[in-house]
């Protein structure tokens, strides 16, 4: 008997409710790991190097992996229902964070160019830099399809910190580079300058705090992935 034809777009693991919540707590899982490893790498590099730019990217790289946990909190069964207002509260703390972090990168970057501190060059930040532009894309374009099929807001509005993480990178290893390549030291804290409108975007985004019910799954069978709540328009995906 000649087996029954798929659909390419469309294939039998991509239907399953399950398999798209795995999928997607294996993302942020991954998301938290690679986050972890990227603030340690930068956040020590900086400290050795006295790098403004690596420093700031090491920060934001802790609150994105702090931001990335909540979102896999709430792929737990019934967190939209039982834990909306204590997730508003913590995407609100995330958003503040991002916000002191602007202001700390701006103080600080001030400071380097005012005194003319000049840091060192600094290989493992340029390599993790490259790493991040290389990697941040592809985890970014892996979650906006998954959240496609699930119909996840939610999912889909994280995949957006990892496109904010790659501008991020560029900036960064556009400052350090041209600083182990030139010389030039001002490229550092000017680039750290570069980032904080990106990171004060995120910490603007976080502070609303938005928590809508078609976010993400809401039983433990994965039942009503995309479902439309009252009132939607057709399509029901928020």
């Known amino acids: 008997m000649k087996p029954a034809a798929t659909d390419p777009a469309n294939p039998p693991a991509a239907q399953g409710p399950a398999v798209l919540l795995a999928r997607g707590r294996r993302l942020e899982y991954l998301t938290i790991a690679w986050n972890a490893f990227e603030a340690a790498v930068a956040l020590a590099a900086g400290a050795v190097a006295g790098s403004v730019a690596l420093t700031g990217f090491g ?15 709430r792929f737990r069964a019934g967190a939209a229902e039982r834990r909306e207002r204590a997730e508003r509260r913590a995407h609100r703390l995330v958003g503040i964070c991002f916000l002191l972090l602007a202001l700390y990168i701006v103080a600080q970057s001030t400071h380097a160019l005012w005194s003319q501190a000049r840091p060192e060059r600094s290989l493992p930040g340029i390599l ?4 991040a532009v290389i990697v941040m894309p592809l985890l970014g374009g892996a979650k906006r399809r998954v959240a496609r099929q699930m119909g996840s807001a939610a999912l889909r509005s994280d995949s957006r910190q990892a496109d904010f993480c790659a501008a991020l990178s560029a900036i960064l290893l556009a400052g350090i580079g041209l600083h182990a390549w030139l010389g030039w030291w001002w490229a550092d804290p000017v680039a750290a300058l570069l ?44």
Not at 63 to 68: D, K, L, P, R, Y
Not at 128 to 131: F, S, V
Not at 224 to 234: I, N, Q, Y
């Open 195 to 238: 980032m904080t409108p990106v990171i004060a975007r995120e910490g603007i985004e976080g502070m609303r705090g938005e928590v809508c019910d078609s976010c993400g799954p809401h039983f433990p069978d994965g039942e009503g992935f995309g479902r439309k709540p009252r009132g939607d328009a057709p399509g029901g995906v928020s």
């Open 59 to 73: 920060l934001d790289s802790v609150i994105e992996t702090a931001s990335a946990a909540i979102l896999l909190w």
């Open 128 to 131: 993790i830099a490259i790493a």
